[in-house]
């Protein structure tokens, strides 16, 4: 299975993401703000969207409710928050859950975190694991 991610920040550690993705062998595309996220999801099938919280012209929630309302039920990526608030409470995660996140990565990333998220969410795809 051919993971297509779409990698949603408009900050730094894109990079650090990216990085961790390339090397888990997934096919990323990029956006930086929440209307390019929308625009490319309504184009194309993501298995997973990693979205940052905090942009310009459109938030991550804001852009994950207009996902989770426009997709079709059968196109629904799982949908992975992105903040760099290492404080976020109980009620943080019921708020972004009910806005339509599937999952929560603090920054700054690791790929222990990354491939968490593949394990998780995507069991059958063959990303970040061993070959033996």
Known sequence: ?????LLVDD????????????DMDVNIDFAETGVEACTQALKNDYDVIFMDIV???????????????????????????????????????DQLKAAG???VLIKPYTEDMVQRVFSQWL?????????S
Request: hydrophobic content about 35%; proline content about 4%; overall charge negative.
């Open 1 to 5: 299975m051919t993971v297509h991610v």
């Open 11 to 22: 900050d730094l550690s894109k990079e650090i993401l990216a990085d961790f993705l390339e």
């Open 55 to 93: 942009m310009p012209d459109m938030n991550g929630i804001d852009a994950t409710r207009y996902l989770r309302k426009n997709l079709n039920v059968d196109k629904q990526p799982k949908i992975v928050a992105s903040t760099g608030n290492a404080i976020i409470t109980r009620k943080g995660h």
């Open 101 to 103: 996140f599937d999952d």
């Open 123 to 131: 069991p059958d795809a063959t990303c970040g694991k061993q070959q």
